[in-house]
């Protein structure tokens, strides 16, 4: 990584040495702007779980069928014979028993402290989990008159409760900015001379870090070991939207964005760009027909979302220098810089200090949105245990709705 001067007495940001554990000949350490220290009892939080988190999950849930993700676990309730999407449940997952009587079809989603870039986990960060779900809860409560929404409740700090939905098989990312350093980012495929990308076009001399002329969605295949760009034509000619689906969800997406944008710019902050997800809710009988147009998963939050300081954007793009950043792009390049992470079977572990900082990103993002004081969860009763007492109850209340 290059080293990044230090910032105006005004900044956020601070800078600090980090060095590799497997660094390359060509680098040795890495200056990071980190944010000041949070307050001394997320510190002390931090700290402590940095050997302790959040990483599986093994809820039991009778009736349930768990879908692993690279971040967030989720627990199907009355799932379908044939249902699409499978994955492995975590190992501390007890075998599904057999099938409760006909209920609401509902997700748990559990939020993990695991940390996911190249289409891999590659790291656990401190309270990640937390922030995230509480995050995007918080951004659904305020856009509900945009777009539904599946949630339902957030039981635990860690966990939402979300109407079942059938998901359409495609991530709508949406972009206000030329940039990123992942193999499905605007500037990587800029920059190898393609003017054409995801049914957008693009002119001659932009340069890194620009901000676009108009907001645009450049959707990717939804897979579990890697995403691939898509035109909107593909989508519908493969028959994973209908047009009419596509052009509704897309209009979606851009208005959730400009709304994110305008929240992002009174608080400071520049939304860069963003993903959701989006699906059809599901009837009482499991039916999606007439189903709603209906955001899932997560919005706007550190981990779907990047994130950049709007005071130094304009002085630092002119200085051909990376924008001031409260998102986890730092720790992206820090194992770029270190490994081929699309390729390499093993990759170098992040150093504590680098996740401590990751940690107090999201904590200040989630504190910088909401205008709301982080409480960490209370780590005096495990997080499993708490959890499946708080889903446990969430769902009883639920099902006598």
């Known amino acids: 990584m290059k080293a990044m001067a230090a910032t105006s007495s005004t900044s956020l940001l ?10 390359s000949p060509s680098a040795s350490s ?8 949070a307050s001394p009892e997320v510190e002390a939080a931090i700290s402590e779980a940095l050997d302790n988190c959040l990483v599986d999950t093994g809820l039991e849930i009778p009736g349930a069928c768990v879908c692993v ?37 509902l997700a748990v989603l559990v939020t993990t402290d695991r940390l996911s870039a190249f289409d891999r986990r590659i790291a656990a960060i401190p309270f990640k989990g937390q922030v995230l779900n509480e995050t995007s809860a918080w951004w659904m409560r305020n856009t509900g008159h ?5 949630l339902l409740a957030t039981p635990d700090p860690c966990v939402s409760v979300m109407r079942r ?3 359409f098989p495609v991530e709508f990312v949406v972009r206000g900015f030329l940039t990123g350093s992942t193999d499905t980012s605007l500037w990587t495929h800029y920059n190898r001379g393609e003017r054409e990308y995801c049914g957008n076009s693009f002119p001659d001399g932009m340069t890194k870090n620009q901000r676009l002329a108009a907001n645009v969605v450049t959707p990717t295949t939804k897979a579990d070991d890697h995403d691939d760009p898509i035109t909107p034509a593909e989508i519908v000619a493969r028959g994973l939207m209908t047009q009419e689906q596509w052009d509704e969800t897309a209009a979606a997406a851009l208005k959730l964005f400009e709304f994110g944008q305008e929240r992002a710019s009174e608080r400071g902050l520049l939304l860069v760009d963003t993903k959701y997800e989006f699906g059809l809710d599901l009837s009482r009988d499991g039916s999606d027909k007439e189903g709603r147009i209906t955001l899932i998963d997560e919005i706007h939050t550190p981990d779907s979302s990047r994130y950049w300081i709007s005071e130094s954007y304009e002085r630092r793009l002119g200085e051909g220098k990376e924008p001031e950043s409260i998102d986890k792009e730092f720790i992206r390049l820090w194992f770029r810089d270190r490994s081929d992470p699309y390729k390499d079977e093993a ?15 999201y904590v200040s993002l989630f504190e910088k949105i909401t205008g709301e004081k982080f409480k960490p969860a209370d780590s005096k009763v495990p997080a499993r245990e708490r959890m499946r007492a708080n889903v446990a109850k969430c769902l009883e209340e639920i099902q006598k709705k």
């Open 165 to 167: 939905c059938r998901v």
């Open 347 to 361: 990759l170098p572990e992040a150093p504590r200090e680098l996740r401590a900082e990751l940690s107090r990103r």
């Open 146 to 150: 945009i777009v539904p929404n599946a």
């Open 14 to 23: 601070r800078s600090v040495v980090v060095n590799a554990s497997t660094p």
């Open 30 to 37: 890495s200056i990071v702007e980190t944010l000041g220290l």
């Open 69 to 105: 993700g690279k971040v967030r676990d989720t627990y199907l309730l009355d799932d379908e014979p044939g249902e699409t999407k499978t994955s492995s449940p975590p190992p501390s997952s007890p075998p599904p028993s057999s099938p409760p009587p006909p209920r609401r079809p």
